[in-house]
């Protein structure tokens, strides 16, 4: 699940919207402990899992809803898990109502699953986070219901391909401008826009923290990744203009003109040589060859 890049305080001030970090907020990364690392392998690995199990029921003629329903009792009555977005509530928002977040065609990010039926030729993300012994597992997937356009498919292999080249630049000594500026450069020379408003994010016994990771960017920028952070990677790119809407439900976010947009995420892990993935399972989709030949 997305937070808010500070450096769009002014256009969600004038939107009515709340931003998660900015002035004194959750100034400082945590370095997480060896214990805080197991157990977030616990949580990514199980966050993961739902997304395994969800798959077969992302098809034509089911409702959004019922995919939550699903994955509500999945995490709850097997994994002993808990769903992180259900009564989800930031400060000015309502809270969020759903264990999962849908985004369906033009939806960016937050959609609320609902009545909406899926039919053949839709693309959705799923987002998935649970908590299991106080920690956080994030992570996300593009589904295609039937046969999907060649426009969506081509969006969403660019932005898995986004979110993996951003992943290839985790590295002690590297800076989060690298991961945004590798992930803008090869959106926007697929002729996509990068999504700027909503941003990967620290994560551990909080939902949301420090550091932000914004998926544009300049290289050599913004804080230098240290052993022991964790954090997400989740572009949202769009196929035309990178400008957004806010629904009136005060949590949905679509491509202002009405684009089709694509999200992946993984939680990642700084290690002493460079990263580690912790929301992975059997059923994920594993990395490009030509970006894991760079590893």
């Known amino acids: 699940m997305t937070c808010f890049s500070p450096q769009t305080a002014q256009f969600l001030n004038q939107q009515n919207l709340f931003f998660y970090h900015s002035g004194n907020i959750m100034s400082a990364i945590t370095i997480k402990t060896e214990e805080d690392i197991q157990g977030m392998r616990v949580a990514g690995r199980l966050g993961s899992e739902v997304l395994d199990y969800i798959t077969p029921y992302v098809k034509a003629g089911v409702t959004t809803g019922e995919l939550d329903r699903l994955c509500h009792e999945y995490m709850v009555n097997v994994q002993g898990t ?19 977040c849908t985004s369906v065609n033009d939806v960016i990010c937050h ?18 986070t649970i908590i299991k012994d106080g920690y956080h597992g994030d992570t996300s997937r593009m589904f295609f219901i039937g046969e999907p356009s060649i426009l969506a498919k081509r969006l969403s292999t660019i932005t898995f391909e986004c979110m993996w080249l951003g992943i290839s630049k985790v590295k002690p000594g590297n800076h989060l401008g690298d991961i945004g500026h590798i992930i803008q450069q090869h959106a926007e020379k697929a002729g996509y826009s990068v999504v700027r408003e909503f941003c990967g994010h620290g994560i551990g016994k909080i939902f949301h923290e420090d550091p932000q990771i914004l998926h544009y960017g300049k290289p050599g920028t913004l804080a230098e990744m240290k052993p022991g952070m964790i954090f997400t990677i989740e572009p949202m790119i769009n196929a035309g203009r990178k400008e957004i809407r806010e629904m009136s439900d005060g949590w949905t976010i679509k491509t202002r003109d009405r684009s089709l947009s694509a999200q992946w995420e993984h939680t990642v892990l700084v290690t002493e040589t460079g990263f580690e993935i912790l929301t992975t399972s059997a059923g994920a989709p594993p990395c490009p060859e030509f970006i894991s030949a760079t590893f």
């Open 82 to 100: 808990i769903p992180a977005p259900l009564n989800y509530c930031p400060p000015g928002y309502t809270p969020y109502p759903k264990a999962i």
């Open 111 to 128: 959609g609320i699953p609902g009545d909406k039926v899926l039919k053949n030729g839709d693309v959705v993300n799923l987002d998935i």
